[in-house]
């Protein structure tokens, strides 16, 4: 008996790695940048692999950072009742919570992703 070595049959199913199926992902919506699909071609900035998104990501991670130490700092001096917190403390929450504003924008609406199934 002669076994095709081409057939699917005596093959095991692939295995491939996280990195793979992220490349391919990436590959996809590259594809899609370049042809351009339905109403019209996506920027390159929108896309997971852009420098943009790097920075976005970036500056997110440094703000949950510097938010989960303002955080317990504001619960700490901002307790008493006559207490008026200072400019240092409000400043960069109302920022930090702008930019996670604008974030959950950015996720929902104007970065590429990708449709579960297509």
Same mark, same amino acid.
């Given at each position: 008996m002669i076994i095709d070595p081409t057939s !699917?049959? =005596? !093959? #095991? +199913?692939?295995r491939t790695s996280i990195m793979d199926?992220? %490349?391919? %992902?990436?590959?996809?919506?590259?594809?899609?940048? =370049?042809? #351009?699909?339905?109403?019209?071609? &996506?920027? !390159?900035?929108?896309? +997971?692999?852009?420098k943009f998104r790097a920075f976005w990501e970036t500056l997110n991670f440094t703000f949950y950072m510097l938010n989960a130490f303002l955080i317990p700092a504001r619960i700490i001096f901002g307790t008493r009742k006559d207490f008026v917190e200072p400019v240092v &403390? &409000?400043? +960069?929450? &109302?920022?930090?919570?702008?930019?996670?504003?604008?974030d959950l924008i950015f996720r929902s609406f104007i970065f590429a992703h990708e449709k579960q199934g297509e």
């Open positions: !699917k049959k =005596d !093959k #095991g +199913p692939r199926t992220i %490349n391919q %992902n990436n590959l996809n919506l590259k594809r899609t940048v =370049d042809s #351009g699909s339905g109403s019209g071609k &996506i920027a !390159k900035w929108r896309l +997971p692999s852009s &403390i &409000i400043a +960069p929450a &109302i920022m930090f919570q702008s930019t996670f504003f604008f």
